[in-house]
């Protein structure tokens, strides 16, 4: 199984509809992240979160918003779906150890909005 | 301003030949520089990490280079194969902690047969 997985890996939804993608780990990090993706740019940070009680906003969190439920589980909202959030989203963890800061990412999860 | 820039955009070779990808970064304070790579529909997987002393490091076909100075680094890929076709992302960390990441927007790389 993968370390980090989310779900679903691809949604197609219409503009206004209430969306959520999940990611689970099994890595042990404290620290969570979710990226966005579009075709010739750099992933762009949305949210991260340090630990349960802690979240804060990423480059471009305006129409979005997360819930860390447990160390293992953070998830993301779209309240009302717009079709410029269509794009690949990306969930990661942060490996500390060894003081090299590694992420670790998921599969993606691929959001196209009609 | 701290970003992160890749180049080429895309790349084309031949199976059997080499490559170089680029990345030149503005960013401040420096704490690491990885490589990673993303298959198409994956996510990005670590290649190789620089720490500000190593100026090369190696893992299998992939050399990856830092000049420090000048705030450039290198992926070389030698004898390249037809698994090599991915994207190949630049991440620069900054802050104590690992506090920020800034990504470059990544080189497609392409081996054909």
């Known amino acids: 199984d993968a370390d980090v997985t989310q779900t679903p890996r691809n949604r197609i939804t219409k503009t206004g509809k209430r969306i959520m993608l999940e990611c689970s780990q099994t890595k042990g990090h404290d620290r969570m992240y979710w990226y966005r993706q579009d075709p010739g740019l750099g992933l762009r940070l949305i949210y991260y979160?340090?630990?349960?009680?802690?979240?804060n906003k990423g480059e471009i969190s305006d129409g979005y918003s997360v819930s860390r439920q447990a160390q293992a589980k953070f998830s993301l909202s779209l309240e009302s779906a717009i079709p410029n959030q269509t794009a690949l989203y990306f969930c990661?963890?942060?490996?500390?150890?060894?003081?090299?800061?590694?992420?670790?990412f998921g599969e993606g999860s691929r959001l196209t909005v009609l | 301003k701290n970003q992160v820039e890749q180049s080429p955009q895309s790349l084309i070779i031949l199976e059997g030949k080499n490559c170089t990808l680029q990345c030149n970064y503005t960013v401040s304070p420096f704490s690491n520089l990885r490589w990673y790579k993303q298959d198409t529909g994956r996510g990005p997987v670590s290649l190789t990490i620089?720490?500000?002393?190593?100026n090369t490091k190696s893992n299998g076909r992939y050399t990856a280079t830092l000049d420090a100075d000048t705030k450039q680094s290198s992926l070389h890929i030698t004898a390249s194969q037809l698994s090599d076709s991915a994207s190949y992302i630049c991440?620069?960390?900054?802050?104590?902690?690992?506090?920020?990441?800034?990504f470059g927007s990544g080189t497609k790389l392409n081996v054909k047969p």
């Open positions: 979160s340090f630990d349960v009680k802690d979240i």
């Open positions: 620089m720490t500000f002393s190593e």
């Open positions: 991440v620069v960390s900054s802050g104590d902690n690992f506090n920020k990441f800034y």
């Open positions: 990661a963890t942060l490996g500390t150890g060894e003081g090299t800061g590694e992420l670790f």
